[in-house]
């Protein structure tokens, strides 16, 4: 008999005493005009007008004055590698290096500064931007940091730039597919030496990473995270590690993936021993666009091939029906237009043997989902397939003249990121920033969404941000967080923000939406240019996680 999951949030005592906030405006179904807000605990007690907050006043154990501030749900980033975010923010981080020059530069530097590393770590190169418009070799690695090993991962982290002295520690690495003698590997060698730099980092190492990911990301007003880890990605160790301390530790809540194919039951139980909600996240079904690994129905613009499967659709269809029989989510890491084909084609097979509501309920999950199709879209619609996306990648690589074009011309790229379609077709959106890719920004994510390059897929700020927020605890099969009413946990963040907008794609809906009538609460205007809102305190289960000095 197999064990099913509900994955709650992560047992913590529970705070104590009364709360009301005043003064503000609190974004919320309950009361689209409420200003103020009671919490009990770790849960919403009451949302309302300021009028109605008088009656509250004397009987709570505080009084927190708003002076205006916005407060809304505490972001859900549904795809972070929090152990590598953490790294890229302590460690070396090449994504402002302008040139390979400056790359190498930082490189030499960070060395310098960190003899006792057994193995260097650094993040963040991306080609596309810098004027030599090439990739380092591995002469000018060596050279760099005097002949010790270093692990360099592109800014897509679906290849990595390394030294010789890290391949001379993964014997056979030079056999394995991906495997180039002077240019960053990708594929299984990459993997494989991956593998061998993390296994270098100790324990005390990984744990100053991992917390400062984390208090990152309490200052960004996200209150919870999807961890998707797994052996090409991390390690198990790496997982319950985070676990255990996203759970002792005050900060956001922290739910684990673990991107293993299932070939028989037995496999789903490792992945409930180790603490994990679901057997998905970066389950590679291919690469990513930037490192030509994406799979594809026509090869690139930019290279004679189609990129890499590495999982095919009957191999997709056992992993899926194991899980929906066992009563676990599934996922998978999937791209280019041929990946997300296979994973449809593996749902398909796995609807017609387990039963289509079956596979609807459990709501598994496809990571990027980037290069879409009419088809695509209506079988993600049929199927409940949540797309859990990264409006970042339009803004770091999208438009006319972005990464995207020159890997795919400037035709197909317009295809990318069809939010507004999948949104239409009634597809759940999921939003993320698989952080060290791009960087812990929430509001960033909401702008770039609702101001895509390409006019056509753009998005309500409103939908983009219930995407952000309730969208991420929906995905993990809960309906009654990431809202601010009566009875729902307490997560919430607190944002000076500025004057509150309603921003749609269409200018009738907008026009509409800002009509009283309409009861639609405003947002910060997001408009590109614009500061976006900063938070001054992120409340997780009603307990401050963050404060902004003289916030």
């Keep these: 008999m197999h064990r099913t999951s509900s994955p709650q949030p992560p047992a913590a005592p529970a705070p104590t005493g009364t709360v009301l906030l005043r003064g503000g405006a609190v974004y919320s179904p309950a009361d689209p005009f409420a200003t103020a807000m009671v919490v009990d605990g770790g849960t919403v007690a009451w949302v309302g007008s300021e009028g109605a907050a008088d009656s509250f006043a004397d009987g709570v154990d505080r009084v927190v004055r708003l002076e205006g501030a916005l407060v809304t749900p505490a972001f859900t980033d549904a795809h972070v590698h929090t152990t590598a975010t953490g790294f890229a923010l302590i460690g070396l981080d090449l994504s402002g290096a302008a040139s390979l020059a400056d790359a190498l530069t930082r490189t030499a530097a960070y060395a310098a500064e960190r003899p006792a590393d057994r193995v260097l770590l650094g993040h963040g190169w991306d080609e596309s931007r810098w004027p030599e418009r090439r990739t380092p070799t591995r002469a000018e690695l060596d ?32 056999d394995e597919p991906g495997f180039d003698p002077q240019a960053p590997l990708t594929r299984d060698a990459h993997h494989a030496v991956r593998r061998a730099a993390y296994a270098a980092v100790t324990p005390a190492q990984r744990a100053a990473a991992q917390r400062a990911a984390l208090l990152h990301a309490a200052e960004q007003g996200i209150g919870a995270l999807h961890e998707c880890a797994g052996p090409d990605i991390s390690s198990e160790g790496d997982l319950t590690g985070l676990l255990a301390l996203a759970a002792a530790d005050a900060g956001p809540r922290v739910f684990g993936y673990w991107a293993q194919a299932a070939s028989d039951p037995a496999d789903l139980d490792r992945v409930r021993d180790l603490g994990a909600i679901g057997a998905g996240g970066d389950l590679f079904v291919d690469g990513s666009i930037g490192s030509h690994t994406a799979c594809l129905h026509a090869p690139y613009a930019d290279a004679p091939h189609t990129g890499v499967s590495y999982l095919d659709a009957e191999t997709i269809a056992r992993h899926l029906t194991l899980c929906t029989e066992a009563g676990l989510q599934a996922g998978f890491h999937a791209i280019g237009d041929a990946a997300i084909g296979a994973v449809v084609d593996g749902v398909r097979a796995a609807a017609a043997a387990v039963g289509l509501e079956r596979v609807r309920a459990l709501r598994h999950r496809v990571e990027h989902a980037e290069l879409m199709t009419p088809d695509t879209i209506a079988a993600f619609a049929e199927f409940g397939l949540v797309a859990s996306v990264q409006p970042a990648f339009d803004a770091a690589w999208g438009g006319e003249d972005g990464m995207y074009a020159d890997r795919l011309g400037a035709d197909r790229a317009r295809d990318l990121n069809p939010f507004a379609a999948m949104t239409r077709a009634g597809v759940p959106l999921v939003l993320g920033s698989d952080s060290p890719v791009t960087p812990l920004d929430p509001w960033g994510a909401v702008r770039a969404a609702a101001f895509h390059r390409t006019p056509e897929h753009r998005v309500s700020a409103r939908a983009a941000f219930n ?21 729902a946990p307490a997560d919430y963040a607190v944002w000076d923000s500025g004057d509150l907008v309603v921003q749609a794609p269409d200018e009738r809906v907008a026009n509409w939406s800002t009509d009283p009538r309409s009861g ?3 947002l910060p205007d997001l408009t590109p240019g614009r500061p976006l809102p900063s938070a001054l305190r992120t409340v997780v289960g009603g307990r401050t996680v963050f404060e902004r000095p003289n916030g």
């Design 467 to 487: 995407a952000h927020t309730r969208g991420g605890w929906r995905a993990i099969g809960r309906d009654d967080t990431g809202v601010l009413v009566p009875g």
């Design 143 to 174: 050279e760099a940091v005097g002949g010790r090993p270093l692990y360099l991962t592109r800014t897509d982290v679906h290849s990595a730039a390394v030294s010789t002295a890290l391949l001379d520690l993964v014997p056979g690495v030079r």
């Design 520 to 522: 639609t609460p405003g």
